[in-house]
């Protein structure tokens, strides 16, 4: 009886350890879509990279989109002056369990976003150029990206490393591109500048452990080296979170 008792143990030791590695094994490939026309869809924005009492304008929330785009309805909206020459403005979303989201699991992210941008090709600018210096961003991070107050340097920065330069990448925000427009400077009307819709794919550089709760961050924003006004709409952002081996 007691070698049967043994072997019962034994063999529940054995079939808890596969039914933890099963556990580990669960993680599937997902799949997010926003779109901003139906909504805010749980995301939050938000402005970092800059002293506290600097002039920087920011604006940001759901508007109606601009006449010459040829989507209809609205978008999130993100505008700010980059007094500091680094503005950073940008949108995060939480995932949890509830998602999908598998605790302690590692993620390679990949992003597809759409967004609209009334910066023309190759113009000069103060800084930098309204298009090409103002950096697109997208990543992820196992806990919340909070604007937090540096005392060190007395400057408002980000909780989570997206590089602190305008033009690198970091562990919770890679460069996608950039938000030329396409249009060339020397057609571009600037007293009424046009939006133009641009799709951009982008698979962030490093792989995103989620938290031990399941907590997981999604992030896009733009990083400016342009000393100016940027004003972007955000129309739609997938996302799809492929298990890291």
């Known amino acids: 009886m007691v070698r049967y008792l043994s072997l019962l143990a034994a063999l529940g030791i054995l079939l808890g350890g596969l039914a933890g590695c099963n556990s580990a094994q669960q993680a599937e490939t997902l799949n997010f879509k926003y779109d901003f026309s139906q909504g805010e869809n749980g995301w939050q924005n938000g402005v970092a990279d800059y002293t506290p009492g600097m002039d920087i304008g920011f604006e940001a929330g759901l508007r109606p989109l601009p006449d010459e785009l040829d989507e209809t309805g609205q978008g999130y909206y993100l505008e700010g002056m980059n007094a500091s020459d680094d503005l950073f403005m940008f949108l995060k979303k939480g995932l949890t369990s509830g998602d999908g989201i598998v605790p302690g699991q590692a993620y390679r992210v990949y992003y597809r976003i759409v967004f609209a941008s009334n910066a023309p090709t190759g113009a000069v600018g103060i800084g930098g150029a309204p298009g090409e210096a103002v950096y697109l961003k997208a990543g992820a991070a196992g806990q919340e990206p909070e604007v937090i107050l540096d005392s060190g340097s007395n400057y408002y920065v980000l909780s989570v490393d997206k590089d602190p330069g305008n033009s690198g990448s970091g562990e919770a925000a890679s460069v996608a591109g950039n938000i030329a427009n396409g249009i060339p400077a020397e057609e571009f009307d600037f ?44 129309l739609e952002i997938e996302v799809t979170l492929e298990p890291a081996l």
């Open 191 to 234: 007293a009424n500048p046009t939006y133009v819709s641009i799709e951009m794919e982008h698979e962030h550089e490093s792989t995103v452990t989620a938290g031990e709760d399941g907590e997981f961050w999604l992030l896009v924003g733009t990083d400016s080296g342009f000393e100016g006004l940027t004003g972007i709409y955000y």
